[in-house]
Every structure is written in structure tokens, then in C-alpha cells.
Nanobody, 113 residues
Framework: VQLVESGGGMVQPGGSLRLSCAAS????????MSWLRQAPGKGRELVAS????????YYSDSVKGRFTISRENTKNTVDLQMNSLKPEDTAVYYC???????WGQGIQVTVSS
């Protein structure tokens, strides 16, 4: 089982980034997926999740209206579109298979002027 994130980097406040997670080693279409983040000195925070068929989504209050989670089961990918980024969005972002729990290696997102 492998989850590989891409698309992170540095962006100015108000900018956008799109994270992508490529999954392999399991039947992707049968699993709910999520994105979590961990800022320096803080615990890991659930940002967004999506059901196995993409029909249900969840967003934390801190990102609702700015971030969009999506998935493409034919490509085994789950993406996180992040708009109107704020400095407090700076964190390492992790792709996560909900059950059984499996994590990607994480990717840095830095929002700074």
C-alpha cells in the first residue's frame, strides 16, 4: 500500500495550490480518503474527507468554502484544491486512507509573503 503526495510548495496569502495523492496497492474505489495537516508545534488536524464513490464530503470549519476535495477512481487519485490560502494553512499535509489507517509521507505547504 502506498500513498504519494505531490503539488505542495510555497505560495503568497490569497493564492492557490492543488495537492494530489496517488494511491496504489489496494482497491482505491472501496475506501474513503482524507487529507490531514500538521502545523509546527500542533497536533494532526483533519482537513477534508471524501467517501469511496465521491458522493459525500466533509470539511473542517477552518477550510470550509476555500478547499475542495475530489477523487478520480479510474486514476486512483484524490486531490485537494486549496484557494484563498492563509498563513495559518502552513503545515505538512498528509494523504490518508481512512480504514485501515494508512498515511502518505506528507508534503509541505507554506503560505507566506
Amino acid at each position: 500500500v502506498q500513498l504519494v503526495e505531490s503539488g505542495g510548495g510555497m505560495v503568497q496569502p490569497g493564492g492557490s495550490l492543488r495537492l494530489s495523492c496517488a494511491a496504489s496497492g489496494f482497491t482505491f474505489s472501496r475506501h474513503s480518503m482524507s487529507w490531514l495537516r500538521q502545523a509546527p508545534g500542533k497536533g494532526r488536524e483533519l482537513v477534508a474527507s471524501i467517501g469511496s464513490n465521491g458522493g459525500s464530503t466533509y470539511y473542517s470549519d477552518s477550510v470550509k468554502g476555500r478547499f475542495t476535495i475530489s477523487r478520480e477512481n479510474t486514476k486512483n487519485t484524490v486531490d485537494l484544491q486549496m484557494n484563498s490560502l492563509k498563513p495559518e494553512d502552513t503545515a505538512v499535509y498528509y494523504c490518508h486512507r481512512v480504514s485501515p489507517p494508512t498515511w502518505g509521507q506528507g508534503i509541505q505547504v507554506t503560505v507566506s509573503s
